[in-house]
């Protein structure tokens, strides 16, 4: 099963950042392309290491699904890559790749998006273990599920990574009172979940969302 969440933050719509398209698995598995539709353009059959996505319950992600096609139409090319942070690594200890997916990248774009701010500075980049920490339960070497992450998100916020830096050894660290006031201002309106069709992911992409995909 696999899933394909977008978040939404700020007054409006419209007010997020990018696409995001993460190989975020828990397993090893084997990947084939193009026959996946979510395989990553010009992949080959190839094995790819775990790095911690959970897949939700799929009664779960049903519950939020909407469709985006309606949402606008779908232009040709849309390249907001410009709005990314700098690639960051998780290393291997820890399998936080739900908490770099969801909060340094796609929140790091979305208030890049929305600010107008310079995502490549560490104070307006979001700490992938302020989330990581606080919905693996502290297991280091296990994953989370994307839906902990967004709700996390939607109720909390997150804090930046240079007042909450990330720590490829431990993940025992959890945010004091002053950390969660930081993270609370940037708290999401909402998420949801599409339909995994190349046509549903290009009509996030065309409105500017950051959309998460788990396998």
Known sequence: MRSSSFLK???????????LLLACNEN?????????????AGATASALPAMGAKLDPS???????????????????????????PIGNQGTYQG????WASAYASKTMAERMDRKWNQNLAVNQFSPSWMYN?????????GSYISDALNLLKNGGNDNIQAFPYNTNSCSALPD???KARALPFAIKDWYTVPSSPDEMKAVLAQGKPLIIGF
Do not use: F, W
Not at 13 to 19: I, N, V
Not at 28 to 40: C, K, M, Q, W
Not at 59 to 85: E, F, Q, W, Y
């Open 9 to 19: 933050t700020g007054a409006g719509p419209a007010l997020a950042a990018s696409m």
């Open 28 to 40: 090893t598995r084997t990947v084939s392309a193009p026959e996946n539709d979510l395989a990553v």
């Open 59 to 85: 009664t779960t992600m049903a519950a939020r699904k909407i469709s985006a096609t309606g949402m606008g139409n779908i232009p040709s090319s849309v390249d907001l890559s410009a709005n990314m942070p």
């Open 96 to 99: 936080s790749c739900v908490g």
């Open 134 to 142: 606080q919905i693996s339960g502290g297991n280091c070497p296990g």
């Open 177 to 179: 009172a002053a950390s």
